[in-house]
C-alpha cells in the first residue's frame, strides 16, 4: 500500500535520514522504535506528507504523490490518511463531536453526513455520553480516543500515531493499544507508530528499529 524509497531528509547540513526503504501493507501495524534523535518522527511526518523528503519517492498504492502540489497533497491526505499524536490536539472551543466531524467538513461532506459518521465512531469508542463535551471535561483516555475517532473520520488508508500513548498512564496507554488492535481487526485500518513502549512495540506485526536516520533492523 506505502512505499517508500531512498528517502533521505536534511535540514541545512545536518543529514536526519539517510536512504530509507520501507513497505506499508494493508493491515497492517508497524512499530517504529529507537532513541530520541533517530529520525522517527521525522519519517512518520514525510510518510503522511507533512514533510517532505530531500529526496527519495513515496508512492500510495504505487503512485507517487511526488508531483502534488500543495492543495491536491492537503486533499490527499485529508481524504487518505489519518494523524494521532502524543497530545491529543483537539480544539478546545469544540465538543467532542464537533472535533471529529472537522475532517469531514474539509472534504466537503454535509452536517448531517459528518454527525452520523462521527457518531457511529464515538459510539465504537465508549464516547456515546461525551458528544457534547469539550475536551478539558474529557479524561486524558477520553481525550486521546476522541483524537483517535477524528482520526478515522474520513476512512483512511494508513493511520500515523506518534507516541499516542506517551501522555497517558498505564491503564489508559494499555486500553488504547488494544483499540488500536480492535481496529484493524474490526475495520482493517493500517498504522504506524512512533513508540518508547516496548510492551506495545512487541504486539505490533512488525518493529522497525531506527538509529542515526536509518533503519537498522525491521
Known amino acids: 500500500m506505502i512505499t517508500a524509497k531512498d528517502i533521505t531528509r536534511f535540514y541545512g547540513e545536518l543529514q536526519v535520514l539517510k536512504g530509507i526503504n520501507i513497505t506499508i501493507a494493508p493491515r497492517e501495524i508497524v512499530s517504529v522504535v529507537g532513541e530520541s534523535g533517530a529520525g522517527k518522527t521525522t519519517l512518520l511526518q514525510i510518510l503522511g506528507t507533512l514533510d517532505s523528503a530531500s529526496s527519495g519517492e513515496i508512492l500510495y498504492d504505487g503512485v507517487s ?66 458528544y457534547n463535551h469539550k475536551p478539558n471535561e474529557l479524561s486524558g483516555g477520553e481525550q486521546q480516543r476522541c483524537a483517535v475517532a477524528r482520526a478515522l473520520m474520513n476512512s483512511p488508508k494508513v493511520v500515523f500515531a506518534d507516541e499516542p500513548s506517551g501522555n497517558l498512564d498505564s491503564r489508559n496507554a494499555n486500553e488504547l493499544h488494544q483499540l488500536f ?25 512488525r518493529k522497525l528499529q531506527m538509529k542515526d536516520g536509518m533503519i537498522i533492523s525491521n
Open 65 to 130: 504523490i511526488k508531483g502534488l502540489k500543495s492543495k491536491a497533497l492537503a486533499d490527499f491526505r485529508n481524504k487518505h490518511i489519518g494523524f494521532i499524536f502524543q497530545f491529543h490536539q483537539l480544539l478546545p472551543e469544540f465538543t467532542c463531536l464537533e472535533n471529529v466531524c472537522m475532517p469531514a467538513f474539509i472534504a466537503g461532506k454535509t452536517k448531517a453526513e459528518a454527525e452520523t459518521r462521527a457518531k457511529e465512531l464515538l459510539d465504537y469508542l465508549h464516547l456515546s455520553h461525551r
Open 181 to 205: 488492535l480492535n481496529l484493524r481487526r474490526d475495520f482493517g485500518y493500517s498504522f504506524v507508530i512512533v513508540t518508547h513502549n516496548e510492551e506495545f512495540a512487541n504486539m505490533a506485526d
